[in-house]
């Protein structure tokens, strides 16, 4: 037992290095020029292929652009005066990893919040044994789910900091599909697995 612990613990450190160094240099930035119009600032550690969008409150897409080919960083002066009054976020997308930046159109004025950091979980699952990674940018409260034909069969509460390691035998779970969910404040994912 101790060596299938170490295992699983070796295997998520790797996993989360990897989503770490992936994401650690993502930064999304609004830097407000004058009314109306701002510099879309994006920087990353690696060259990478970008897609920028703009959503409103309700999550709403009202802009959408995918930078041609691979770049480090990116600027570009964004004019504004065309969105209503309210809030919105910008959120830039590249493989499994998103940065996002609040900001908020004040009769023209631009007020810029805070960013946001999201990696999606690794998850995966070999020999009944279902395995969990994810690092917790925001520190938010995580949960896990396991649900089958809509019914949930497993909850536990994660601990809530920065790296978030699981590992879960499922061997007394009986054939079927499942559903795992991974809750963290507002963001969730899941993760669909067949027990043979």
């Keep these: 037992m101790k060596t299938f612990r170490t295992i699983t613990m070796m295997v998520a450190l790797t996993v989360i290095a990897n989503i770490a160094m992936a994401s650690g240099n993502l930064r ?12 879309v600032a994006i920087s990353n550690n690696a060259e990478s292929k970008f897609q920028i969008s703009i959503e409103d409150e309700q999550g ?9 080919g ?13 969105l209503e009054n309210g809030s919105y976020k910008l959120v830039v997308s590249l ?15 631009i007020n810029v ?6 990696a999606a979980p690794f998850f995966s699952f070999k020999d009944d044994i279902l395995r969990v990674a994810y690092l917790n940018h925001q520190g938010e ?13 497993y909850s536990k509460a994660l601990e809530n900091s ?7 035998d499922l061997s007394k779970l009986t054939t079927g ?3 795992v969910v991974l809750a963290s404040g507002d963001e969730v994912y899941d993760y669909n697995l067949a027990v043979n």
Aim: zero cysteines; glycine letters at 8%.
């Design 162 to 168: 920065f790296s978030v390691n699981e590992g879960l």
């Design 95 to 109: 493989d499994n990893i998103s940065g996002e930046r609040e900001f908020s159109i004040d009769h023209g004025v």
């Design 177 to 179: 599909d499942y559903q």
């Design 113 to 118: 919040g805070k960013e946001k950091t999201l």
């Design 60 to 68: 709403a897409v009202v802009y959408f652009k995918e930078t041609d």
């Design 70 to 82: 691979g770049m480090a960083d990116y600027r570009k002066v964004y004019d504004f005066s065309n």
């Design 28 to 39: 999304v930035n609004i830097l407000p020029l004058k009314a109306d119009r701002a510099v």
């Design 141 to 153: 409260k995580t949960s896990l789910y396991i649900y089958t034909k809509g019914e949930l069969v």
